[in-house]
Nanobody, 121 residues
Framework: VQLQASGGGLVQAGDSLRLSCAAS????????VGWFRQAAGKDREFVAS????????YYEESVKGRFTISRDNAKNTVWLQMNSLKPEDTAVYYC???????????????WGQGTQVTVSS
């Protein structure tokens, strides 16, 4: 599975962005997908994950109610809708695929390149 993340940019606090994770490979629908982020000088952290079917979605506490993860297996795409963005959401965001919707980045087998999200105050 190859993943390509996109949709990052520079926005102001309170704005919204939608990140996309496009996948190639016929087995994509068998994988859970997670979004992680890494701010400058910090460790990579879990943001959200979604099960292979899309029925299960999990969020890091600080993004609950603001971010929504979704997927369309027919389009081989997972999205991360980010609303009410805050400066502390600034980071490089990565999508990754795993056999289950883990929150630990070490459990993810496939990774896309990152997309930068910068939120100004």
């Amino acid at each position: 599975v190859q993943l390509q993340a996109s949709g990052g940019g520079l926005v102001q606090a309170g704005d919204s962005l939608r990140l996309s994770c496009a996948a190639s490979g016929r087995t994509f629908s068998s994988y859970a997908v997670g979004w992680f982020r890494q701010a400058a000088g910090k460790d990579r952290e879990f943001v959200a994950s979604i099960s292979w079917s899309g029925r299960g979605a999990y969020y890091e506490e600080s993004v609950k109610g603001r971010f929504t993860i979704s997927r369309d297996n027919a389009k081989n795409t997972v999205w991360l809708q980010m609303n009410s963005l805050k400066p502390e959401d600034t980071a490089v965001y990565y999508c990754a695929a795993a056999i289950s919707e883990y929150s630990n980045s070490e459990d993810y087998e496939y990774w896309g390149q990152g997309t930068q999200v910068t939120v100004s105050s």
